[in-house]
């Protein structure tokens, strides 16, 4: 495994709910990374308790971030440990409600 692969996976299993987007919870840099954001506020996370790691700002994350998950999208929501999905599964689940079970079980 690779140095940032070793960093993301760190990232991972150190938070409960962690998204990796454009920007972060206060100011979302793109649409997607914004939508996430508010998802997880209508399942009840507050922002405080949600761990972001903006992409932008470390490009060795950014692409890495699409190998460890192979997924090639971000916003990438983890919640503990487990690869969620990006914004449009994360409506999904928003709109099944599976994803407040998964928040709501777990956190």
């Not at 971000?74 to 994803?99: A, H, R, T």
Request: glycine share 10%; hydrophobic share 40%; aromatic share 8%.
């Amino acid at each position: 495994m690779s140095d940032t692969q070793q960093r993301i996976d760190a990232l991972v299993k150190s938070s409960d709910i962690l998204l990796f987007m454009k920007g972060n919870a206060s100011f979302p840099m793109c649409g997607f990374s914004g939508r996430a954001i508010q998802i997880l506020k209508a399942c009840g996370v507050d922002t405080k308790a949600l761990t972001t790691v903006n992409v932008l700002e470390d490009e060795e994350i950014r692409q890495g971030i699409k190998e460890y998950s192979n997924w090639p999208t971000i916003p990438q929501l983890y919640v503990k440990g487990e690869f969620i999905g990006g914004s449009d599964i994360m409506m999904e689940m928003y709109e099944s409600g599976e994803l407040k079970l998964v928040l709501g079980a777990e956190g």
